[in-house]
């Protein structure tokens, strides 16, 4: 199976700061078949980016996704109260379908 | 709007057998594919397995195989998950999700809590 490794595990900054969050997959992914998502405390994860790059509906342009094979990067501009959560990036081309463990991006 | 709708929270003791529905509304459920993830506490998020809505083709995380049922109600458009032998470590949020063939999960649903405690 393929193993998704983010990092940072925290990621501490103010609003107004840009964040730049990894994942690192075991082998290549094809197709860049390659998701990012948003989870709250309580709240089911919410799709942000698909296929590496390509904002999902209603996603804010301060979303963004970049990357192919095995190295990922997402991209938030400028920090938002609203945008403080943890980020899961997640691997549908190969089955079993993985996550990474989460990155949080918490207040300074 | 696209709305999932879990059952409500269990509590099951060790061995026995939970059952999760799904209600889908605002698309055509025999279109798109359903998925079950489950989050363990301080885990990351465990991809479980898939039923085609339409023609009711399933495919499970070897993880899984042999314990995990996933079933839909077309009539009913909803979708159903079943655990069994239940152990401690099946303690979880179980979400169902949906998703084109092959696709990214799009919409997720509230999510149901599963203890498993003696």
């Known amino acids: 199976e393929i193993v998704l490794t983010q990092s940072p595990g925290t990621l501490s900054l103010s609003p107004g700061e840009r964040a730049t969050l990894s994942c690192r997959a075991s082998?290549?992914?094809?197709?860049?078949?390659l998701a990012w998502y948003q989870q709250k405390p309580g709240q089911a994860p919410r799709l942000l980016i698909y296929?590496?790059?390509t904002r999902a509906t209603g996603i804010p342009d301060r979303f963004s996704g970049s990357g192919s094979g095995t190295d990922f990067t997402l991209t938030i501009s400028r920090l938002e109260p609203e945008d403080f959560a943890v980020y899961y990036c997640h691997q549908y081309d190969i089955s079993p379908r993985t996550f990474g463990q989460g990155t949080k991006v918490e207040i300074k | 709007q696209v709305q999932l709708v879990q059952s409500g929270a269990e509590v099951k003791q060790p061995g026995a057998s939970v059952r999760i529905s799904c209600k889908a509304s605002?698309?055509?459920?025999?279109?798109?594919?359903i998925h079950w993830v489950r989050q363990a506490p301080g885990q990351r998020l465990e991809w479980m397995g898939w039923?085609?809505?339409?023609?009711?083709?399933?495919r499970y995380s070897q993880k899984f195989q042999g314990r995990v049922t996933i079933t839909r109600d077309t009539s009913a458009s909803t979708a159903y998950m079943e655990l069994n032998s239940l152990r401690s470590e099946d303690t979880a949020v179980y979400y169902c999700?949906?998703?084109?063939?092959?696709?990214?999960?799009?919409?997720w649903g509230q999510g149901t809590l599963v203890t498993v405690s003696s």
């Open positions: 296929g590496a790059s």
């Open positions: 999700a949906r998703s084109q063939t092959g696709r990214e999960l799009d919409y």
């Open positions: 605002g698309y055509i459920f025999t279109t798109y594919t």
């Open positions: 082998q290549s992914v094809s197709n860049n078949y």
């Open positions: 039923i085609n809505a339409g023609n009711g083709d399933t």
